[in-house]
Nanobody, 121 residues
Framework: QAQLVESGGALVQPGGSLRLSCKAP???????????MAWYRQAPGKERELVAS???????DYADSVKGRFTISRDNSRKQVYLQMGNLKPEDTAVYYC????????????WGQGTQVTVFS
């Protein structure tokens, strides 16, 4: 069983919305709850980039490219992290991944399969 399991990706038109979910079935609660969790994305031919992060106290940070359009949230009781995406643009097309961050803000675990988001008109 993967450490992190992403879902919710889809084909969507520009201006549309999606909600991505990330489950952490193998993370015990005492590890998940204090972890900084993050969403990354990787577009074809590009490096994986950090999109959003959320601390244990729900302090959020976003890449400039998604500020005002994406919202990251978490549900510690379910060990899940969400990414609400709005006003989607073709440049948001990518495979989206979640991960926990180390203290040095690097991804902590092996990558899951991710979930594909395609924005097309």
């Amino acid at each position: 069983q993967a450490q992190l399991v992403e879902s919710g990706g889809a084909l969507v038109q520009p201006g549309g919305s999606l909600r991505l979910s990330c489950k952490a079935p193998r993370m015990i609660t005492s590890v998940f709850n204090p972890s900084v969790m993050a969403w990354y994305r990787q577009a074809p031919g590009k490096e994986r980039e950090l999109v959003a992060s959320i601390t244990a106290d729900s302090v959020r940070d976003y890449a400039d490219s998604v500020k005002g359009r994406f919202t990251i949230s978490r549900d510690n009781s379910r060990k899940q992290v969400y990414l609400q995406m709005g006003n989607l643009k073709p440049e948001d097309t990518a495979v989206y991944y979640c991960n926990a961050l180390t203290a040095s803000k690097y991804p902590k675990y092996d990558w899951g399969q991710g979930t594909q988001v395609t924005v097309f008109s």
